[in-house]
């Protein structure tokens, strides 16, 4: 509104926001800066308001876009060396409505490769460094996102959330983020990775700023089957049971810090001063639900990733030589084409990708699927079953994000099991495809870990975003 009431310029603010980005380069926050069209945009937008010509609710807003969402600015690489040289012939939906209303995209942000990772360290363009400390890490996978908007780069940014990946590094780094409803918003124009539980939201620095974004970008979207009729415009705030729940098998956790403990006990107490009882529950099925995510999610992976072979998008290999083959059989070695795609998968995908692709393989085979696959649905199963029982004696489940604040750069790199269970209290969320909201709740104290943001989220049943906003307005 200070642009529309001419107490600012758009170009004023995108000035200062490509200058915080040249400042903060040294985080590895974007992968692309798009400074000559975001000036002509703001030029524009500056013209029209000197005319008294009418502009949209983010005129001259300056925003990140995470680097797997389609946008004919720049290249979308999804952070991944095999797509790096795609330049998209079309905008993702998302990015049309935030665009329509004025909001000027900066610059492509840092993610892990195809969203696969917790901590921006999987990345073809190296990691992203958390804004408070630059010896940890960012978190991920939406990890630069996070960072841009703590380090007041950009007033908001896009993010993707198939496991925690948007709350997770807005835990890490003190800001808002908001994982919505599955099929909220639409998923058309960006970069699949795992089907059933990927979903857009988006970083903020309040819960009313990202209240009027999940206006602008929710609804359905005939390019998209998965996206719902628009509930969220239409949503009346009704909080009826005046109840909020927290789980007893994440406090009793002994992988839970102590510090993000009492931060959960802290606002349990703030919502009871503020009317709320505060109830126990009891969910037995989330023990499984880490496991049947790194299932499923795999599975979904090796299925999305097929379609990079060297042929259409991006990257191609230039090494078309088979490698040695142990059988002296001239007649099994690769032809061209098979070579094609064995080198440029396995040139073009980072170590991550290549693990969820193995495992997703691994559990789809017709010896493994019943014994894997299908558990694991059926367990994603009893989870939902579980938290449908548990909304309907309260509004909302109060829980930390993961288990820590941020860890150091390098830490679990070699360990895939320990950065994995930083998951565990984000997937049960997405298995589920229910909305919550990460905010910050303040910061460590200890002398191993100093002034590192603390966060917690805000669970609901399906399609009560708009009301986890406001419980979340009434508990930072």
């Known amino acids: 509104m200070r642009i529309a009431n001419k107490s600012t310029s758009a170009v004023s603010l995108i000035k200062a926001s490509l200058e915080k980005i040249e400042k903060h380069k040294d985080k590895n926050i974007f992968t692309f800066i798009n400074a000559e069209p975001a000036l002509k945009k703001a030029e524009e ?107 007041d780069c950009v007033e908001f940014a896009t993010g993707t959330d198939t496991g925690g990946s948007i709350r997770q590094p807005a835990s890490f780094n003190g800001v808002f983020g908001i994982k919505p409803t599955y099929g909220t918003i639409s998923r058309y124009g960006v970069v699949a990775m795992a089907s059933s539980t990927d979903v857009l939201g988006f970083f903020a620095k309040s819960a009313a700023d990202l209240d009027l974004l999940m206006e602008i970008a929710s609804g359905h979207d005939e390019k998209d089957m998965t996206s719902l009729p628009d509930f969220y415009g239409s949503a009346d705030v009704e909080l009826g049971k005046k109840k909020i729940g927290f789980v007893k098998e994440f406090v009793e956790s002994p992988a839970l810090a102590p510090e993000l403990k009492t931060a959960l006990e802290e606002k349990l107490s703030l919502a009871k001063s503020k009317g709320y009882e505060i109830i126990e529950l009891t969910l037995p099925a989330l023990e499984y639900a880490l496991a049947a995510y790194y299932i499923i999610q795999p599975a979904e992976v090796a299925s999305n990733l097929s379609r990079y072979d060297g042929i259409r998008y991006a990257y191609r290999t230039k090494t078309l030589k088979s490698p040695k083959i142990s059988s002296a059989d001239k007649s099994s070695e690769k032809t061209a084409l098979e070579n094609l795609f064995l080198n440029t998968r396995s040139e073009g995908f980072m170590r991550e990708n290549k693990r969820r692709i193995m495992i997703g393989n691994f559990v789809l085979s017709s010896g493994f699927y019943d014994a894997y696959f299908l558990k694991a649905a059926k367990a994603r199963t009893l989870i939902i079953q579980e938290f449908e029982k548990a909304f309907k004696s309260v509004d909302a489940i109060l829980s930390p994000v993961a288990p820590n604040p941020a860890f150091k750069l390098g830490e679990k790199v070699n360990d895939p099991v320990s950065m994995y269970l930083e998951d565990v209290m984000s997937v049960p969320v997405n298995l589920a495809g229910l909305p919550a909201v990460a905010f910050p709740a303040g910061s460590t104290t200890s002398e191993k870990t100093p002034h590192l943001p603390l966060g917690l989220q805000l669970i609901g049943p399906r399609r009560s975003d708009k009301n986890l906003l406001k419980l979340v307005e009434e508990l930072v």
Request: with cysteine.
């Open 45 to 151: 937008i500056d013209k029209k308001i000197k005319k008294g010509e009418p502009v949209g609710r983010l005129a001259g807003v300056p925003y990140a876009l995470k680097d797997n969402f389609l946008s004919k600015e720049g290249e979308t690489t999804a952070s991944a060396r095999i797509l790096t040289g795609l330049e998209s012939p079309i905008d993702a939906t998302c990015v049309e409505k935030l665009e329509a209303e004025g909001a000027i995209m900066v610059g492509r942000t840092n993610l892990d490769a195809f969203a696969h990772g917790s901590s921006t360290e999987n990345s073809y363009f190296g990691p992203t460094k958390n804004a408070f400390d630059s010896e940890r890490v960012a978190g991920g996978s939406s990890g630069g996102s996070a960072v841009a908007v703590a380090l």
